[in-house]
């Protein structure tokens, strides 16, 4: 089955500064890839996705490269803010047996921003 | 937008005890997931249901099974709570697979067992 990786566990920028996390998947069939930002106390949320037919996707300050040939792709935040600080989490689709499509997530990456 | 809420933020019970975890989503959503969170393993799937009365084991089912009376609804049961069962676990729903691959995730359930 999917198995993915996810680094570092944890990271620490200073405000302004840029931040980069890295995941590894093991599927050659999985196709979609999205990201997820969890603050305190609350669920994941949906930040920013990228599908295999594209290399890059941007949304103002964060980023998303894949690298299918690699199997690799990567969270990009720019000018990074203290309201950023929060856990990531990376995560790869792979199909179930009743071909419902389920996301495999990475280990996560607790962000800290200093002012 | 979508909420999807669970039950309890806190939870404590003893070993050996049945343990229910509530999940409503109010967006008509056909699949529902249950994942629980642990600290360096990030999130597993426990089970999930593409439609009432569905259900499909994910990554780690051992110690739980599920209830998917109505749509709105998915229950998580542990039948016999164990101290390794003590965990954070999310309930998240979604529109049917390639409609739209968001999830949507409750605040989560900080499962204490003794």
């Known amino acids: 089955g999917e198995n993915v990786e996810q680094h570092p566990s944890t990271l620490s920028v200073q405000e302004g500064d840029s931040a980069v996390i890295k995941c590894t998947y093991s599927?050659?069939?999985?196709?979609?890839f999205p990201w997820y930002k969890q603050e305190l106390g609350k669920g994941p949320q949906l930040i920013i996705d990228?599908?295999?037919?594209?290399g890059e996707k941007k949304d103002q300050r964060i980023a998303v490269t894949l690298n299918k040939t690699a199997k690799h792709f990567s969270l990009h935040i720019t000018e990074t803010q203290p309201e950023d600080s929060a856990v990531y989490f990376c995560a790869a689709r792979t199909y179930g047996s009743s071909n419902t499509g389920k996301l495999i997530f990475g280990q996560g990456t607790t962000l800290q921003v200093k002012p | 937008d979508v909420k999807v809420t669970q039950s309890s933020r806190y939870l404590v019970k003893r070993t050996g005890e049945k343990v229910f975890l509530e999940c409503v989503q109010d967006?008509?959503?056909?699949?529902m997931f249950w994942y629980r969170q642990d600290p360096g393993l990030g999130l597993r799937l426990i089970y999930f249901s593409y439609d009432v009365k569905m259900k499909e084991k994910g990554d780690i089912p051992e110690g739980y099974s599920v209830s998917r009376e109505k749509k709105e609804r998915f229950s998580l049961i542990l039948e016999s709570a164990s101290t390794n069962q003590t965990s954070m676990y999310l309930c998240?729903?979604?529109?049917?697979?390639?409609?739209?691959?968001?999830?949507?995730f409750g605040s989560g359930t900080q499962l204490s067992v003794l």
């Open positions: 599927d050659s069939a999985s196709n979609y």
């Open positions: 967006m008509d959503h056909e699949n």
């Open positions: 990228i599908r295999s037919n594209v």
């Open positions: 998240a729903s979604r529109l049917p697979f390639g409609r739209n691959e968001k999830l949507f």
